[in-house]
Structure formats: structure tokens, C-alpha cells
């Protein structure tokens, strides 16, 4: 059967429309074919967030400002989970770390923030003294500070090679250094590390900032979400494939998680910070409930 020429030719176009919409379909919207990875695009301070999870909740040791302001790249969910782990290991019956922002759903401006823009950076409080539990992120000083936890919390970070930078007041920072100092730490490891050891900032990893006294801002290294953003469009299903397993090595894969009621699998996930597909992979779930 002969095709109607103009008939023909209306279609080409529509494909030839329709291939062009998807080449220039934006990153976020092409994230929805591979809801399994996180991207992080552009900088701290312009970017975007792809995907991003918010912070898992129900783990213990730490109290979240915002579950809506908590969303992040896996990469930056272990080793915060790590820090914690380590500080709650030596101190078991230590009161709960409290944390501030990480970005927003989809990362952009972030207000009153600079950066927090694209999912690599976190706000951290730190320990006081004599256990005391903090209702949020509170002005610390050289008398009120526990050092011992919060160099364990400092120290773990540093020692993961997955932090970029850090700021804090340099203050503080001088406290932990002298409990460090005290306590057998190596001096050159001290003097790479921070600012108030080295004299030198550019060349540290905690940076001095004197609005950074009520938390430690953490900037992570985020290697496989970094690549996700900055190749999403040359990147092959078998990459995006490989970068999601990698991602789901940094994120928690075992505890116990008990629902008072029957919850949509989309809660859950939502609330331990955990994507859908892998509490189904884990648990042997076939519905959308549990």
C-alpha cells in the first residue's frame, strides 16, 4: 500500500522533533530514566542535585534540623554515618550529634546559605561538655566544647580521605589541636590538616571561619556522583549502571526497622534515606506497602 507522500513526511518530522526534545532534554529530566543514581552538577555554590537522598533518620546518634533539608549524594551519607558510628563506638551512651543542612530536593539555591548548592556539603554540630544535649547548632567556645568527642568526629572525617575542606572558628580548632597534641597525635599530620597547626590556609583541610562556630561545615569528595553530573549525557546505560553500584557501596545495608503501621514503601524509603529498589532487593518485597 502506497503511503500518502505528505502523510510520510509529517511523521519524519514528528520523529525527527521528538529525537531533538530528548537530546536536549535537561540532566534532571533525563535522571528519570536511571532514578538509581545521583548526580551532582556543577559547583558548592551553582549547582544542582540529581536524585539526591535525604538523610537517613532512624539510625541513632544524631537528630536531623530538617528532614527537607537533608538531602545528599550516598557518598556524603557514609562517611557522616561513619564520623558518628566511630564517636558512638567510644563514647556509647554520648548524647546525639545534631545536624544541620545538607541541600535541598533538587540542590540550587539554598538560602542563607553560599554553597550547600549540590549536595557535597553538610553542617555538623559538635559534642559539649558533660553529655549536654544540645537543642540545635549552638554557639560552642574553648569552655563549653567537649573535645575528646569532637576531635573522635573530626578525626574520623580527616582520616577517611573523603573530605575536601572543613571550616571552623580557628578557636576551636586550637582546642582540638592541643587535646590532639596531648593525646599522641602526630604533629605533621596536625599540621596538614588544620589551619591553626600550619599557619597556612590553602594548604589545609580545616579552613578558618569565624561564622563557623556554632558547626563544622563539611565539604566531601563525592567522585561517582561528581562523574554522574559532569558526564550524564555521555555517560552509557552501562555506566550509569556501574556508578549506582558503586553509590550503594557508601549507604547503610543493614538494620532493623520496626512500622507501627502499614507504610507505603515510598515512606520508608523516605525515611531511612534508603532508595525503594534496594529495601525490595534486601527485604524480598514484590508490593508498594509493608
Given at each position: 500500500?502506497d503511503?500518502?507522500?505528505?502523510?510520510?513526511?509529517?511523521?519524519?518530522?514528528?520523529?525527527l522533533?521528538?529525537?531533538?526534545i530528548v537530546?536536549?532534554?535537561?540532566?534532571s529530566?533525563?535522571?528519570?530514566?536511571?532514578p538509581?543514581?545521583t548526580a551532582?552538577?556543577?559547583?558548592?555554590?551553582?549547582?544542582?542535585?540529581?536524585?539526591g537522598?535525604?538523610?537517613p533518620?532512624?539510625?541513632?546518634g544524631?537528630?536531623?534540623?530538617?528532614?527537607n533539608?537533608?538531602?545528599?549524594t550516598?557518598e556524603?551519607?557514609?562517611?557522616v554515618?561513619?564520623a558518628?558510628?566511630t564517636?558512638?563506638?567510644?563514647f556509647?551512651?554520648?548524647c546525639?550529634?545534631?545536624i544541620g543542612?545538607f541541600?535541598?530536593?533538587?540542590?540550587?539555591?539554598?538560602?542563607p546559605?553560599?554553597?550547600?548548592q549540590?549536595?557535597?556539603?553538610v553542617?555538623?554540630?559538635?559534642?559539649a561538655?558533660?553529655?549536654?544535649?544540645l537543642p540545635?547548632?549552638?554557639?560552642m567556645t574553648?569552655?563549653?566544647?567537649?573535645?575528646?568527642?569532637?576531635?573522635?568526629?573530626?578525626?574520623s572525617l580527616?582520616?577517611?580521605g573523603?573530605?575536601?575542606y572543613m571550616?571552623?572558628?580557628?578557636?576551636?580548632?586550637?582546642?582540638?589541636c592541643?587535646?590532639?597534641?596531648?593525646?599522641?597525635?602526630?604533629?605533621?599530620f596536625?599540621?596538614?590538616s588544620?589551619?591553626?597547626?600550619s599557619?597556612?590556609?590553602?594548604?589545609?583541610?580545616?579552613?578558618?571561619?569565624g561564622?563557623?562556630s556554632t558547626h563544622?561545615?563539611v565539604r566531601?569528595k563525592?567522585?561517582?556522583?561528581?562523574?554522574?553530573?559532569?558526564?550524564?549525557?555521555s555517560?552509557s546505560e552501562?555506566?550509569?549502571?556501574?556508578?549506582?553500584?558503586c553509590?550503594e557501596g557508601?549507604?547503610?545495608?543493614?538494620?532493623i526497622?520496626?512500622?507501627?503501621?502499614?507504610?507505603?514503601?515510598?515512606?520508608?524509603s523516605?525515611?531511612?534515606?534508603?532508595?525503594e529498589?534496594?529495601?525490595?532487593?534486601?527485604n524480598?518485597?514484590?508490593?508498594?506497602?509493608?
Amino acid at each position: 500500500m502506497d503511503m500518502d507522500p505528505a502523510f510520510v513526511t509529517r511523521w519524519r518530522r514528528l520523529v525527527l522533533c521528538v529525537f531533538l526534545i530528548v537530546l536536549l532534554l535537561p540532566p534532571s529530566i533525563q535522571a528519570s530514566y536511571f532514578p538509581h543514581v545521583t548526580a551532582s552538577i556543577g559547583r558548592p555554590n551553582r549547582g544542582r542535585l540529581i536524585n539526591g537522598i535525604p538523610f537517613p533518620q532512624g539510625l541513632g546518634g544524631y537528630k536531623l534540623r530538617s528532614v527537607n533539608r537533608s538531602y545528599t549524594t550516598p557518598e556524603v551519607i557514609g562517611g557522616v554515618l561513619a564520623a558518628i558510628f566511630t564517636v558512638k563506638e567510644k563514647f556509647p551512651n554520648t548524647c546525639d550529634l545534631k545536624i544541620g543542612d545538607f541541600s535541598l530536593p533538587r540542590g540550587g539555591r539554598f538560602w542563607p546559605h553560599k554553597s550547600h548548592q549540590n549536595g557535597r556539603d553538610v553542617d555538623l554540630g559538635m559534642y559539649a561538655k558533660n553529655n549536654m544535649e544540645l537543642p540545635g547548632l549552638v554557639r560552642m567556645t574553648p569552655r563549653t566544647i567537649d573535645a575528646e568527642k569532637t576531635w573522635a568526629l573530626v578525626e574520623s572525617l580527616l582520616k577517611s580521605g573523603n573530605v575536601k575542606y572543613m571550616f571552623l572558628d580557628m578557636r576551636l580548632q586550637r582546642v582540638l589541636c592541643k587535646y590532639a597534641l596531648k593525646h599522641g597525635v602526630d604533629r605533621e599530620f596536625l599540621k596538614r590538616s588544620f589551619q591553626w597547626a600550619s599557619g597556612c590556609r590553602y594548604k589545609s583541610v580545616v579552613r578558618h571561619d569565624g561564622e563557623h562556630s556554632t558547626h563544622i561545615h563539611v565539604r566531601f569528595k563525592t567522585p561517582w556522583s561528581e562523574m554522574a553530573g559532569k558526564r550524564w549525557r555521555s555517560l552509557s546505560e552501562e555506566d550509569l549502571l556501574i556508578i549506582a553500584a558503586c553509590q550503594e557501596g557508601y549507604l547503610p545495608h543493614e538494620y532493623i526497622y520496626t512500622a507501627k503501621k502499614t507504610l507505603s514503601l515510598a515512606e520508608v524509603s523516605k525515611h531511612l534515606g534508603i532508595k525503594e529498589n534496594l529495601i525490595r532487593e534486601w527485604n524480598h518485597i514484590k508490593g508498594d506497602t509493608i
